[in-house]
């Protein structure tokens, strides 16, 4: 699961993340709260979200 310290680990910030979940399946609560899974990040195409995915499973791999 990517989750937002993982997010904040890459220097992204809250306001953009926020407005990137909007009308997508996952929701910015869900991402702080529990997280989401890094392989649906990766579905998406955005290579911002990829990275999110990357440096999860980068840091459960530790």
């Not at 699961?1 to 306001?15: D, F, P, S």
């Not at 709260?33 to 579905?43: N, Y």
Request: with cysteine.
């Amino acid at each position: 699961m990517a989750r937002l310290e993982h997010a904040r680990a890459l220097g992204y910030c809250a306001r953009g993340m926020r407005r990137w979940f909007e009308g997508r399946s996952h929701t910015w609560s869900e991402f702080v709260e529990q997280g989401v899974p890094a392989d649906w990040l990766r579905a998406t195409g955005d290579a911002m979200a990829i990275r999110v995915a990357e440096q999860a499973e980068k840091e459960r791999t530790l």
